[in-house]
């Protein structure tokens, strides 16, 4: 098994007796409709129950008074249901799933055959859901040249140089996966985007690949370039305010739609890590996200504003920098404009605290961007299963109303009525021949999927969805693999950055390098953010320090102010903590960070051992590609811990603590070996 079919392999049931009750329900699928995406719903039932049961089930336009058939049917008078929710019932061996739009039928064709690849029982099926955001996309840091800007899985799965003539086959696969998971957005390029892009040559290859996502509810959506009425318009200015760069842009949406009647809108990336915006000519995000937003209004589209800035010179704290700028302009942009917050305030770090922008704009809607793409999470080879990440982010209390202002409440709109509401994760997918690279990272795309449609799923239900469709049915390996991959996390932040300690990389965000200290900008150094001295370690963001903590309301400023009280996973991102000082663990700073760096790398052990244990019940390709992973993981887990305690022990100057033995190496040794990683 190459990976290639996900978790929609749809392999035979084994069981005879469960396929033959599935079957009994499932002799007809009934569809009385001509909707392309009514068709794609049936037409993946035909599929996924020809694979499961082994037979070919029909799709006729009418039951004849027949039970045991699999209706399919569109009722807009359902007020249960949103206009993507589903419902299914199952009466008199008949089912039904209904939906108000065939997009709802088609979620719901997805959530039956997923009930039957994880084997539950039909007899009494009774399942409603629609999804509590309503834009769920991927973000893809996708080039005109075939490289993925941070990605790990091959090239981009777009080949802009065969489209709009030739549609490569992956590209429907795409669409039905994200589908299968309820996304219905996709960002297919660059947020360091390419004013490439909205020229008519590759309008009608964009339009080429909407075209294939249509069927399956997907929107397409691009990233923008700021510049483009200079770079492509021949303007002098792209000053927001400038009339004529705004009937620039309105014409460029007229155009736009003309190739794209359904276009999703705009991601800008704007006065952030070098790019041009708004400020360039002495206006605001609001200014300039206000003036995309008016030229895609009559066409319904959208613009999502990207939150991700912090200043150059680097003076101040970037931990503050999106909310600094953010705030002030709350209430200011158009209705169509949605501003996309990072999960923390730095930037898709393995473990931050929530970023305080959450909660602190009612009056703008804000969305959520993830990042599936494991730029800082060991690239394709260490095993981080992402679930628990998006969960701490979505369940932290941002108290702005009162306890239970949980994040999700802010994404979901449901805390200050947001009319509208979105989710994004950067891709990672590419062009292997698997999607993802490392092929547990499927359970990534997976997860986020599935709570972007219903963000109160756990991690614990997502991984043993993911596993039984993807990986195995058996029972105590499914336990075996869904219990790896819920503590994958924890072990990776514990030999990587524990206790709240970030951002120790290079350009590469790949090699230990917590002694980086000279770059063009403090901010991009590792020392800014451990600030690791003679006292101590741990950037001091109270009032003594930077007083990024204000920012937060005075409840979450209560938990995380005293260096007693705050959760020791944030501790270093708020506190600089003596070397000596004893914490709740009963071990002194220096020593609970060995502990951990050492447990975290031993661990990795324990996640090849564990692997080692389902074999029997695992395709030996996928078998054999994870544990070699797991080796290459398990080496260079050794490699971070080695690195992080031989230099903080420069600082610290005590000795490891019994029972951990000491590096073989020598700190010198260790930054040789990540040389090799810098060198052209
Ligand atoms: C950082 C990445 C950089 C992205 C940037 C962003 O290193 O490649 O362009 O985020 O999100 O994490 O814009």
Request: aromatic share 12%.
């Amino acid at each position: 098994d190459d990976g290639y079919r996900l978790w929609l392999k749809y392999d035979p049931i084994k069981d005879a007796g469960q396929r033959a009750a599935y079957a009994r329900s499932a002799q007809f699928i009934v569809l009385n409709s001509t909707s392309p995406v009514l068709k794609t719903a049936a037409e993946e039932l035909q599929t996924g129950l020809q694979g499961l049961l082994g037979k070919t089930v029909p799709i006729v336009a009418n039951a004849g008074g027949k039970t045991g058939s699999i209706v399919l049917t569109v009722n807009p008078n359902q007020p249960q249901l949103n206009e993507e929710g589903y419902q299914i019932l199952n009466r008199q061996n008949t089912i039904t799933i209904t939906g108000k739009t065939g997009f709802g039928v088609l979620y719901g064709a997805f959530a039956l055959l997923r009930h039957l690849q994880t084997r539950q029982s039909i007899a009494q099926l009774s399942l409603t859901s629609s999804p509590k955001i309503q834009h769920r996309m991927l973000n893809h840091w996708d080039n005109t040249d075939a490289s993925i800007e941070r990605g790990y899985a091959g090239e981009s799965l777009w080949k802009w140089y065969e489209l709009p003539e030739r549609i490569d086959p992956r590209y429907r696969e795409y669409a039905r996966a994200n589908a299968s998971i309820g996304i219905n957005g996709t960002v297919v390029n660059n947020v360091n985007a390419s004013s490439r892009f909205l020229t008519a040559e590759y309008l009608q290859k964009v339009a080429a690949l909407a075209n294939v996502f249509r069927p399956y509810g997907i929107k397409i959506y691009l990233s923008v370039y700021f510049p483009a009425p200079k770079t492509i318009g021949g303007l002098k200015t792209a000053d927001p305010l400038d009339p004529e760069v705004n009937q620039w842009w309105a014409d460029k949406a007229n155009e736009i739609y003309k190739f794209i009647p359904d276009f999703g809108g705009f991601l800008v990336k704007a006065n952030s890590e070098g790019q041009p915006g708004p400020q360039d000519y002495g206006r605001n995000h609001a200014d300039g996200a206000n003036m995309l937003a008016k030229a895609l209004a009559p066409h319904k589209g959208i613009v999502i504003w990207r939150a991700f800035v912090y200043k150059a010179d680097g003076k101040a704290d970037r931990f503050k920098a999106a909310y600094d700028e953010f705030k002030p302009l709350d209430g200011q942009f158009e209705k169509n404009v949605i501003v996309q917050v990072k999960n923390g305030p730095i930037d898709f770090q393995p473990r931050e605290p929530f970023s305080p922008i959450f909660g602190m704009m009612p009056k703008t809607p804000l969305g959520m961007e993830f990042q599936l793409t494991q730029e800082y999470l060991g690239f394709a080879t260490h095993l981080v299963y992402e679930a628990p990440i998006f969960k701490e982010c979505l369940d932290s209390d941002t108290y702005v109303s009162g306890k239970g202002s949980t994040v999700a409440k802010v994404i979901d709109g449901s805390l200050h009525d947001y009319t509208m509401t979105a989710i994004a994760g950067v891709a990672n997918t590419g062009s292997d021949r698997n999607w993802t690279g490392h092929p547990l990272a499927q359970a990534n795309w997976y997860a986020f999927g599935r709570l972007a449609w219903d963000h109160t799923l756990s991690s614990e239900v997502l991984a043993d969805e993911w596993v039984k469709m993807t990986l195995t049915n058996e029972p105590s390996s499914v336990k075996t693999v869904t219990d790896l991959l819920l503590k994958s996390r924890e072990i990776y932040v514990n030999y990587n950055t524990p206790l709240g300690l970030s951002r120790p990389w290079t350009g590469v965000h790949f090699a230990p390098e917590p002694w980086q200290n000279r770059s063009s900008r403090p901010d991009w150094t590792a020392v800014y953010y451990h600030r690791a001295d003679s006292v101590g370690l741990g950037f001091d963001r109270t009032a003594t320090g930077s007083n990024a903590l204000a920012q937060y309301r005075p409840e979450v400023q209560r938990q995380w102010n005293n260096p007693e009280t705050c959760p020791l996973p944030y501790l270093l991102w708020f506190h600089h903590i003596a070397w000596t000082k004893k914490l709740n663990t009963g071990r002194t700073l220096w020593d609970e960070l060995c502990t951990r760096f050492y447990t975290g790398a031993d661990s990795v052990g324990w996640l090849q051992k564990q692997w080692a244990s389902v074999k029997k019940d695992i395709d030996p390709e996928t078998f054999a590609s994870v544990a070699g992973r797991l080796a290459t993981q398990q080496k260079e887990a050794v490699w971070w811990r080695d690195a992080w305690v031989l230099y903080l022990q420069e600082f610290s100057k005590q000795p490891i603590p019994a029972p951990f033995k000491k590096p073989e190496r020598t700190l010198k040794e260790v930054k040789e070996l990540v040389n090799i990683y810098q060198l052209r």
